[in-house]
């Protein structure tokens, strides 16, 4: 059994692990968890709610036991400079009785109740397990309750077991196609703003875009979803463009957008000083319009000159330490190995729980011989990995902090219930310094004792 | 005096709890060696993983057996059985927990015959799996830690010879609470078993190498054995009987129940004190039990001198106090009596648990005293909307309870003293000690020093708007 313990490889699991340059053949990736395998991945519901949740004057109701809203109350770090009806928890909490009689009758009282109390302009209900397994009928039940009160009811179909997480960006991005369609007959007036999709205003990271988009003359339509409102939302379709940050979650429906409205779009990412000032360049290009590219290079350069200072002195401090990732999406992994190049540092393990095919394959070229790369991993290949490989560092979420601190390394929190942001240049100071005050704490020097005095 | 109790709604609005199978994650914490496996989609494991690591600070490995649709629709038990098989492999627990979610109970899964399959099927021997019906509508992780007790005492307690040892089953308090219990029955002489014990594997030293599988909990011996103790100390009084371990123990054992409250404030530390040395003394007569002292320590006597003391120092100040509680039944009680004592007023005691007890219980406190003078509201299965919704038109000062109850700060203004599960919001929420006569009188300096920070904010504006702008007559 001991022999087993040092080396929990389970059979399943060996091709969602690769080391590069030692094997040849694709990662596999998008597929379920393997069962009792500790994934770190949470749920459809969950990656539904994620999406839609910095809705700010929306009801977020979800239809289901009291547990799937009780973890996701006013989880992420999203911030509103309106309404902030989105940081309440709503729920049926559907009890015995509801679930063998069905909860329909209770989701409707409760849509009510919610209507009279709050008058809010629009509601999401979010379908849980057990209702996807009674078989509520979330669509009528939305549908009548439209009609009964003249606002949008919108259901969320993010039943848990019906994928992984990715299954519930979809059917995010399903709800939000619903909401800003066109009624038939009424045509677009498009105008020379552009939506900025996959953004969700963690510790206010839109805001920094915005303004930098501003200042070189761009005026942003409505942000998917982060301090977003009904009103907003509703003007959609109108954008000349779509800029995508998060991929994983808003692809579908910017791809869905180019077919329906004919907005193109562009995968960006701020996350870093190279992507931030990249992604301004791309984004200015499509206007073709001299001024405006003068005006990004000018910006360009006085916020890099600004910072750089600051990244050197972290540098110094940096250089040659060595890295290990595990996220959510395979964009934020991306960008998160060009960040810590910035910095001097060596990524020598590289995961996310929802990463495609195609994000791996670019994730291998971005990494040196050697990396670890895989999907959906656990604790303990997280803790194998990053004790081969040295690492002195770890990125990731809340589940994964405290197994790097009981590993005695470094973390970076790179969630979604942070409260500094990371996007933009000031971004890229905050992720140094972030990385600084962990890499570089004085606590460490007593890692190596344990107890022993 | 006045007093309110109702509570109906078709919406719960921002909850004031969690789901079953997060209280049986806790309990199972607490037994040497032990994994647990959610039965049910991938996500309730994690976002509970998530929220006892962020309590903790801890890594908490649970496994699943992540049903997708097929899973669901032909049933799961390949899935959960691949699940004890991967768990086996990768933790090699001494003991595994199933605890079935909404999905696996409204299915139908037949777990108990799942993993005897498992078992048969696999040949393995000695390895005890424990499931606990643990569906998410079925009750608060209050209800499902002290199901999953229960349960977990039913399963391994066998009969056996009698000894000297005390059984100590405790409700879900912080780490620190635990670590000083243990303290205090060591001072007392008592020879104890405690369950469950998550001391170690939720509050595990920094050690090096990493432990995937934390040392310490109960051992499993040691509760087959409980059995045959010379008594049991449950320290839970708004327990279910069906949930209730110490009784299984007595009607099945004939083990002596004792049923104490958490030792928090002065009456129910002395209650836990005389308790102990009755138990201590509790047939002492027959062949073989040695008794474990009357008197109490010099330390502790001290100890309980100090408290007082504090409770004289600070009283004119918690007199100004009217406070909200809520959180799990258990702490609502221990709470509410410290309060009473020192003069604060509870002005409204909640809970999402959907026990009557509690409502009983203190309802029980509140007609023992005949000059009670303030209103009070006892709210059950409850959620923060209806606390805030009370709250209005109360000169309510002060809330005791887990971070959710931020809430009231944000809302109302309401500062906030952090006591129970989850504290999310600050560090050390496993530190916070709250139990014994040190730890009563620590948790009610917290609670006058907010009063006091609160008073000495607000008092200077305060004054000027009554009396410089309010030009008194």
Not at chain 1, 53 to 66: F, M, R, S, Y
Not at chain 1, 234 to 240: E, G, H, R
Not at chain 2, 283 to 288: I, K, L, Q, V
């Given at each position: 059994m001991d022999a087993r313990k040092s080396n929990p490889a389970i059979e399943e699991r060996k091709h969602s692990i690769l080391t590069k340059g030692e094997q040849n053949q694709q990662l596999k990736c998008n597929t379920d968890s393997v069962a009792g395998?500790?994934?770190q991945r949470a749920c459809v519901y969950c990656g539904a709610r994620v999406v839609l949740?910095?809705?700010?004057?929306?009801?977020?109701?979800?239809?289901?036991?009291?547990g799937c809203a009780s973890y996701t109350w006013d989880i992420r770090g999203s911030l509103t400079s309106g309404a902030d009806l989105f940081r309440f928890s709503f729920s049926t909490d559907l009890q015995e009785m509801d679930v063998i009689f069905g909860g329909e009758g209770k989701l409707t009282r409760a849509i009510d109740d919610l209507v009279e109390k709050y008058h809010p302009p629009l509601i999401f209900v979010y379908s849980t397990c057990i209702v996807g397994v009674i078989g509520d009928d979330l669509e009528a039940v939305c549908k009548a309750a439209a009609q009964k009160h003249g606002i949008e009811v919108i259901p969320v179909q993010s039943s848990g077991f019906i994928g992984s997480k990715s299954a519930g960006y979809k059917a995010a991005c399903d709800a939000l196609l619903r909401l800003i369609q066109v009624p038939q007959g009424e045509e677009i007036q498009k105008g020379n703003a552009i939506n900025y999709l996959?953004?969700?205003?963690?510790?206010g990271e839109l805001w920094i875009i915005k303004n930098y988009l501003q200042r070189v003359g761009i005026k942003l339509n409505v942000a998917l979803t982060g301090d977003s409102s009904y009103k907003n939302l509703?003007?959609?379709?109108?954008?000349?463009l779509n800029i995508v940050q998060c991929a994983g979650s808003m692809n579908y429906i910017a791809s869905q957008m180019k077919e329906l409205y004919d907005i193109p779009y562009l995968n960006i990412s701020f996350i870093g000083i190279e992507d931030t000032s990249e992604s301004i360049r791309k984004i200015a290009r499509t206007f073709q319009d001299l001024e405006m590219m003068r005006r990004t290079e000018e910006l360009i350069q006085a916020e890099t000159a600004a910072i750089l200072p600051q990244i050197a002195y972290y540098r110094s401090k940096l250089q040659g330490k060595k890295a290990a990732i595990y996220v959510g999406g395979g964009f934020k992994a991306i960008s998160l190995i060009k960040q810590f190049g910035e910095l001097g540092i060596d990524v020598v393990m590289v995961g996310t729980q929802t990463g495609r095919q195609e994000e791996y394959d670019t994730i291998n070229n971005l990494v040196s011989k050697g990396t670890v790369i895989m999907d959906d991993t656990n604790p303990s290949e997280l803790e194998r990995f990053i004790m081969e490989k040295e690492a002195d560092l770890l990125v990731g979420g809340v589940k994964e902090r405290p197994l790097a601190y009981k590993m005695g390394i470094a973390f970076i929190d790179h969630n979604h219930d942070r409260k500094h942001p990371l996007s933009g240049y000031v971004g890229a100071v905050n992720f140094a310094r972030e990385v600084y005050a962990t890499v570089c704490s004085p606590v460490w020097k007593y890692r190596e004792q344990g107890g022993e005095p | 005096m006045k007093k309110q109790a109702s509570n109906y709604r078709n919406v719960s609005e921002n909850p004031c709890n969690m789901c079953m199978p997060l209280g049986g994650i806790l309990a199972f914490k607490g037994i040497e060696g032990s994994m647990t496996v959610l039965h049910g989609s991938q996500g309730c494991a994690t976002y509970m993983r998530r929220t006892i690591s962020e309590h903790y600070e801890e890594p908490v490995d649970v496994a699943s057996s992540s049903l997708n649709e097929k899973g669901t629709v032909f049933g799961g038990e390949d899935n959960l059985k691949k699940a004890l098989e991967n768990v086996r492999l990768i933790y090699n627990p001494q003991i595994i927990g199933v605890l079935t979610t909404c999905l696996a109970e409204t299915i139908g899964e037949d777990i108990g015959r799942i993993t005897s399959r498992y078992l048969q099927g696999q040949e393995i021997t000695g390895l005890p799996i424990i499931n606990v019906p643990t569906p998410g509508y079925g009750g608060s992780h209050s209800e499902g830690y002290w199901l999953t007790v229960y349960r977990i005492v039913c399963f391994l307690a066998e009969k056996t010879a009698k000894h000297n040892k005390v059984n100590v089953i405790v409700p879900h308090i912080s780490t620190a609470d635990l670590r000083e219990i243990k303290r205090l029955l060591a001072a007392m002489g008592i020879d104890y078993t405690l369950l469950p014990d998550y001391t170690d594997t939720?509050?595990?030293?920094?050690?090096?190498?990493?432990?995937?599988?934390?040392a310490g909990g109960t051992k499993i011996e040691e509760i087959r054995k409980m059995s045959g103790a010379r008594a049991t100390l449950e320290m839970g009084i708004t327990i279910d009987d069906a949930q209730s371990a110490g009784k299984y123990l007595r009607d099945e054992f004939g083990v002596p129940l004792f049923r104490v409250p958490l030792p928090v404030g002065i009456e129910n530390t002395d209650l836990f004190f005389s308790t102990l040395k009755e138990i201590a003394n509790y047939?002492?007569?027959?062949?073989?039990m040695k008794s474990s002292g009357t008197d109490l320590p010099e330390e502790i006597k001290k100890a309980r001198g100090r408290l007082l003391d504090g409770m004289f120092d600070s009283h004119k100040h918690n007199f100004e106090g009217q406070a909200v509680i809520f959180g799990e039944p258990e702490q609502v009680y221990a709470v509410t009596k410290l309060c009473l004592e020192n003069g604060i007023k509870p002005a409204i005691m909640a809970t999402g648990s959907r026990t009557k007890k509690i409502e009983q219980i203190l309802q029980q406190e509140f007609d023992k005293l005949s000059d009670f003078d303030s209103e009070y509201s006892i709210l059950g299965d409850t959620d923060f909307s209806h606390i805030l919704e009370q709250c209005k038109n109360r000169k309510i000062n002060i809330a005791i309870g887990h971070s959710e109850g931020k809430i009231l700060t944000e809302r109302a203004e309401i500062p906030l003293v952090r006591f129970g599960f989850p504290v999310i919001d600050r560090v050390g929420g496993q530190r916070i000690l709250s139990v014994g006569y040190e730890g009563s009188l620590r948790f009610l300096d917290r609670i006058t020093n907010t009063l006091l920070e609160n008073k000495y904010k607000n008092y200077r504006a305060n004054m000027f708007a009554l009396f410089y702008e309010a030009k008194v007559r």
């Open positions: 395998c500790v994934s949740n910095p809705i700010t004057d929306a009801v977020h109701l979800v239809h289901g036991p009291i996959g953004e969700f205003n963690l510790a509703k003007k959609a379709t109108k954008a000349y | 939720l509050d595990a030293p920094y050690s090096k190498p990493y432990q995937k599988s934390p047939g002492t007569e027959s062949a073989g």
